[in-house]
């Protein structure tokens, strides 16, 4: 299996919902990573998480809260968001964040995204 | 610091002609480079990677790309577009920290959008 797995694809909620979106990925990979993708622009890192510890929060707001159940699962959970926070969301993985630049091993594997539109 | 530039939003090419998106990059140490392809309303698909080893690199679907040093660019090439490339292609640098070393999280270009015209 050589895929990241989101879902669901396209999410639709009002400002007063809470949702999750999810990630799955089989391939042993240790690190995953959510992005954020705007129309006609490049994703944007929200967060990394690197055997199953949070590593890396890009002062994203504290209504997005990831949660990394283990290796394999990574959530986002959403509560209150505002109209501006709809995009692609993007769930990555890597085999090790750590290892060597040039080995290989930190190329990320995207998912196909989830679409969110916030009413 | 890393970066990278990619030199054109918006490339038009024929069927059949020869494709080239350009990428420059900026790195204070031996960089890990990476063009990735994203078409409409879908995830980013890895098109090929240079990592110190082979200075030209073969990805999938006919791409390949240079590394050259001495110019700090990355282009990607293709002989021969079909229109299935038409799509958004982003070069991509792995973000360094002070001691060379990495936690994974990329430096994204801009973005190239591809246009094949029949």
């Known amino acids: 299996d050589t895929e990241v797995t989101q879902t669901p694809k396209h999410l639709v909620m009002g400002m007063t919902n809470k949702k999750s979106l999810k990630c799955e990925q089989h391939?042993?990979?240790?690190?995953m990573y959510w992005y954020k993708q705007k129309a006609k622009k490049p994703p944007e890192l929200m967060f990394v998480y690197s055997y199953e510890k949070l590593s890396i929060n890009e002062s994203v707001p504290s209504r997005f809260s990831p949660e990394c159940p283990n290796s394999s699962l990574l959530n986002l959970h959403l509560h209150a968001l505002q109209p501006e926070d709809s995009a692609l969301y993007l769930c990555?993985?890597?085999?090790?964040?750590?290892?060597?630049?040039?080995?290989?091993?930190?190329?990320?594997?995207f998912g196909a995204g989830s679409r969110l539109t916030v009413l | 610091a890393q970066s990278v530039t990619q030199l054109d939003s918006h490339v038009s090419v024929s069927e059949g002609t020869p494709v080239l998106l350009r990428c420059n990059y900026s790195s204070s140490y031996s960089p890990s480079l990476f063009w990735y392809v994203q078409h409409p309303n879908k995830g980013l698909q890895l098109l090929l990677k240079y990592t110190s080893a082979a200075t030209l690199v073969k990805g999938i679907n006919g791409f390949e790309a240079e590394f050259k040093k001495s110019e700090t660019s990355f282009h990607l090439t293709k002989p021969s577009a079909h229109m299935s490339d038409a799509a958004e292609y982003f070069c991509v640098v792995i973000l360094l920290l002070n001691y060379g070393g990495s936690q994974g999280n990329l430096i994204f270009g801009k973005g190239t959008k591809l246009s094949v015209k029949p």
């Open positions: 990555a993985s890597s085999q090790d964040p750590a290892s060597a630049v040039g080995s290989g091993a930190n190329v990320l594997t």
């Open positions: 391939m042993g990979h240790r690190a």
